[in-house]
Structure formats: structure tokens, C-alpha cells
């Protein structure tokens, strides 16, 4: 890209001013004029998590040759005593859920009935019994929120649409660290529609007026 075509670029843009962000400056996110949403401040080139609180979870499980599904925790799908799950239309909470044995499976065939069509054992396993040997079905972890995987360009931005999956609406939207440590957090519905900084060749551009924190 010429200069002829960076000015063009800041021309359409109006008033902007040039620099480069201090490795300490803010993290600032923007809310731009077609709900996206512009994160600036992070550092160049590094991958962030990008957490929706108002997008549950979603696993596509596949059920044994029993039409048997177990869920287990682990670190993409954590399961705790507060844990809720919604599977065709019907939720269930963990505190509610009826203790029993883990079933077991032979030849298609289980070992004993089930105390409940969802139930859980004594380890905090979950079992959905009854379906359609291997068949699949979605289960939604009601209080895992969904994330992406997102990489900041040359000047250290991250640009995030607005989607039915990763909605950026009145639910909070946290951006973490590779190492897990929260980075900023943000409701997008409560941010005001401005102009937001641009990359161009590896520099930034902010529109006047523009603080780039400290």
C-alpha cells in the first residue's frame, strides 16, 4: 500500500491522528457502527480467548451402543454442584439430579435400568439414558460461556463481529489471555457508538481525541 493510498484511507475516515500504542496503554474497547466491536491496546500479534456470558455452550455428544451419553468434567466442559444442562427443551440442574451407578453396557445392552432417564453418580459424573444407540444430540452447558479464539494484528487490535453464535449484545464479553488472565470485560449494549483506531502498514490510527491510556 502506497502513501497515496494511506491518505486516501485517513481522508475517508476523517481527523485521525498517528502513533503507536506504549506496551502500557489501555485496553479500550469501541463499539463501531455495525455492532462490531474493536478491542485495541493488546499486544501485537498475541491470541486472546474471547468469552460470551450470553451464549451457553453448546456440546455435540454421541451416545453409546446403549443410547447411552456420559458427561464428565473436564476443562472444556467444566462440571460442578452448580451446574445446569438443557438437552431438547428440558433443563436439569445438578443439585437435582438422582444419585446413581454408572450403567454399564454389554452387547447393547444395559447391565440394569437406570434410576432416571438423567441422572448422575457418585462422582459427579452425568449419564442421558434412552436415546438412539449411537446417535448424536445437543447438550447445552447452561453456565459454560461460549468462546473463540481471536489474534490481535500489527497494532495490537482485535475486530469482533456480531453473529447469533458470539452475540455482542447486552451480555458481558470477556477477552483473556493465552494464560487465562482477564484482559478486559465489556457489555457491548452499553458502549457508545464511536470511531475506533485503524492499522494501516503496522500503524495505528486514532481518530482525534483519541486516549491511549497510559
Do not use: H, Q
Request: hydrophobic share 35%; charged share 15%.
Amino acid at each position: 500500500m502506497n502513501a497515496k493510498k494511506v491518505s486516501a484511507i485517513i481522508a475517508a475516515l476523517g481527523t485521525l491522528t498517528i502513533g503507536i500504542l506504549p506496551a502500557s496503554a489501555e485496553v479500550v474497547a469501541t463499539k463501531t457502527a455495525d455492532g462490531g466491536i474493536v478491542v485495541s491496546g493488546l499486544t501485537d500479534y498475541s491470541s486472546y480467548t474471547i468469552e460470551y456470558s450470553g451464549a451457553p455452550k453448546i456440546r455435540r455428544a454421541s451416545a453409546n451402543a446403549c443410547g447411552v451419553i456420559a458427561l464428565s468434567d473436564s476443562e472444556s466442559y467444566p462440571i460442578d454442584s452448580s451446574s445446569s444442562f438443557t438437552r431438547g427443551g428440558t433443563s436439569y440442574t445438578m443439585a437435582s439430579l438422582t444419585v446413581g451407578a454408572a450403567p454399564k453396557c454389554s452387547d447393547g445392552n444395559l447391565a440394569a435400568t437406570p434410576p432416571a432417564s438423567v441422572f448422575k453418580d457418585s462422582n459427579g459424573n452425568v449419564y442421558i439414558t434412552g436415546l438412539t444407540a449411537y446417535s448424536n444430540t445437543e447438550i447445552t452447558y447452561n453456565s459454560v460461556p461460549s468462546t473463540r479464539r481471536a489474534k490481535a494484528n500489527a497494532c495490537g487490535i482485535v475486530a469482533l463481529r456480531n453473529d447469533a453464535n458470539y452475540p455482542l449484545s447486552s451480555s458481558p464479553v470477556m477477552v483473556k489471555s493465552e494464560a487465562g488472565s482477564e484482559v478486559s470485560n465489556f457489555t457491548p449494549n452499553s458502549l457508545t457508538t464511536s470511531d475506533s483506531p485503524i492499522c494501516v502498514k503496522g500503524k495505528t490510527y486514532f481518530p482525534e481525541g483519541w486516549s491511549m491510556g497510559s
